[in-house]
């Protein structure tokens, strides 16, 4: 019996060690989108030609604080237009989307986390699914009321599928 006991307390021990793990990674990978330098813009980075890693990575942070903004904006307007049911679905759905965006960017960018490049991939990956995120929004506002609306509304509530996907990534975390 006793042996069965610590069997069960070194597995327990060893899940919870992983998930703390797991946990201090995505720490450290989102304390290093802190340290991008959008406060204090330097007077010469043209980001249209950025000449070194770090104007690439002051730019790629300026591109997702863009799109951030303005996935915030439509967020929003989209909250307005729901049913008091469907505000709160949407709000449940929107945080598993940022923890299942958050995860797949930190997942795409692992093999450049000991690069220098890493930051400026990790900020790419958040502003490209940022912007298809906003997209999906900017659609279900276009149609709303049209015939179109449900198609709209399949791609704003595949939260199931986010779910899912969800489930799936912190399953191979946990492995």
Not at 156 to 162: Q, S
Request: hydrophobic letters at 35%; proline letters at 3%.
């Amino acid at each position: 019996m006793l042996k069965n006991i610590s069997k069960l307390d070194s597995h327990r021990i060893s899940v919870v060690r992983k998930q703390i793990i797991s946990v201090i990674l995505i720490a450290i990978g989102l304390l290093s989108l802190l340290s991008t330098p959008s406060l204090a813009a330097p007077e010469n980075i043209n980001c249209s030609k950025p000449t070194s890693e770090v104007e690439l990575k002051y730019c790629a942070g300026l591109s997702y604080e863009a799109a951030d903004k303005r996935l915030n904006e439509i967020y929003q307007q989209v909250l307005l237009t729901l049913s008091p049911d469907k505000k709160n679905q949407l709000i449940e759905i929107q945080q598993t989307w940022i923890k299942l965006r958050d995860g797949s960017c930190e997942f795409e960018t692992y093999l450049y986390r000991t690069s220098t490049g890493y930051g400026t991939a990790l900020l790419q990956c958040l502003e490209r699914l940022t912007r298809r995120r906003t997209a999906a929004l900017e659609e279900y506002l276009s149609f709303r009321g049209g015939q179109n609306l449900p198609k709209t509304l399949n791609l704003l509530t595949k939260g199931d599928n986010i779910k899912k996907q969800q489930t799936l990534f912190n399953e191979s975390k946990g492995s």
